[in-house]
């Protein structure tokens, strides 16, 4: 039987809920909109609303609730809004094409990151024009594959980050855009993110690159501790590039990533057979996420020229999430009530 719409019943927010998360996508479309405004028209101060302002938010609220986010993301805004008015492409992507656009998805990922250091940080049109390039696939996207389909659950480079720190989600509602599920796809990471891992269980390449996730964030900030890349440090304090050949310094980028990525890898590779698949792939998803804060605070207080005191301030919210998140995986992990077996009841 052909599946059309299916209002789901089971974990799914209140109305009020709903609508207050319909309410912040709203405001969430409008404050990306101003955004790439101001990156486009005035640089300096919309790449640093975005880098040290917007995105550091996005992996506490990944980390808690990874579905608020699908929810009031605007990309997946865009690319669900056939959806949203009851009108849906016909075409389900198979499942293999769906794994192999989330591995190409990891690969953007990995790939990506290291422009924000070369182009992105810096660079107001590259930034704009890139943002409008991925909007402009993302409705292809959404006009040719349901729902979330293709991109959101599928090449969206964001969506490994998802995949980590969902296995802590605290909430387990599905997303608001997916209350009446149009089963775009199979294994649904969206259904019951708290599971996200099992992904990683099924594809061995999905989890070599998980591992070394770390490592290649803290190589990210090291970048900037070190002084060997001073892009976007020389951008915000209003000064010319001092970069004499950007063929090396792309090179020192890279290499000084994937180095930290393979450093990392091998250690969790050797920790693996010792705690188990899902104990290390929770420990890689704390790491990233340590790692990603550490180094981004201090970030934070240069762009905006607050002093150094500020940076344990700044910490004090992801330390809190991450907090949360432990004691309640801590809770879920309780052994259950032991209950006396008494024999089978006849019938």
Aim: glycine letters at 6%; proline letters at 7%; aromatic letters at 12%.
């Amino acid at each position: 039987m052909a599946v059309g719409s299916i209002r789901l019943v089971d974990r799914v927010y209140p109305p009020g809920v709903q609508r207050l998360l319909q309410v912040v996508m709203l405001i969430a479309l409008a404050v990306f909109a101003a955004v790439m405004a101001l990156i486009l028209t005035q640089p300096e101060w919309g790449l640093r609303i975005l880098w040290f302002a917007a995105i550091p938010v996005a992996p506490m609220v990944l980390l808690v609730a990874p579905n608020a986010w699908v929810s009031v993301c605007p990309i997946s805004t865009f690319q669900t809004a056939l959806h949203r008015f009851g009108k849906n492409p016909v075409r389900r992507l198979s499942a293999k094409a769906t794994e192999r656009l989330q591995v190409a998805g990891w690969g953007l990922m990995l790939a990506g990151i290291p422009t924000r250091h070369l182009v992105f940080n810096s660079i107001g049109w590259a930034t704009f024009f890139t943002a409008l390039a991925i909007l402009g696939v993302v409705v292809v996207v959404g006009l040719s594959a349901r729902s979330l389909s293709g991109w959101c659950v599928g090449a969206c480079p964001i969506r490994p980050i998802e995949v980590l720190y969902g296995q802590f989600a605290l909430d387990k509602n599905r997303p608001e855009k997916c209350t009446n599920c149009t089963a775009c796809i199979k294994s649904c990471l969206r259904l019951q993110p708290q599971k996200s891992h099992d992904e990683l269980h099924r594809s061995p390449l999905t989890a070599h690159l998980a591992m070394g996730f770390p490592g290649f964030v803290a190589a990210y900030f090291a970048l900037d501790l070190l002084n060997w890349c001073n892009v976007e440090h020389e951008f915000f304090a209003g000064s010319a590039s001092s970069v004499a050949n950007w063929y090396v310094q792309t090179g020192i980028v890279y290499g000084v990533m994937f180095a930290g990525f393979a450093i990392s890898w091998a250690l969790f590779a050797a920790l693996r057979p010792l705690w188990g698949a899902t104990k290390t792939y929770r420990a890689v998803a704390l790491a990233a996420f340590s790692a990603y804060y550490l180094g981004v605070a201090p970030e934070i207080c240069e762009a905006w020229g607050w002093p150094n005191w500020v940076i344990p301030i700044l910490l004090i919210l992801p330390a809190a999430a991450m907090a949360w998140v432990l004691w309640a995986a801590r809770r879920d992990s309780a052994p259950p009530d032991r209950v006396q077996e008494v024999g089978p009841v006849a019938g």
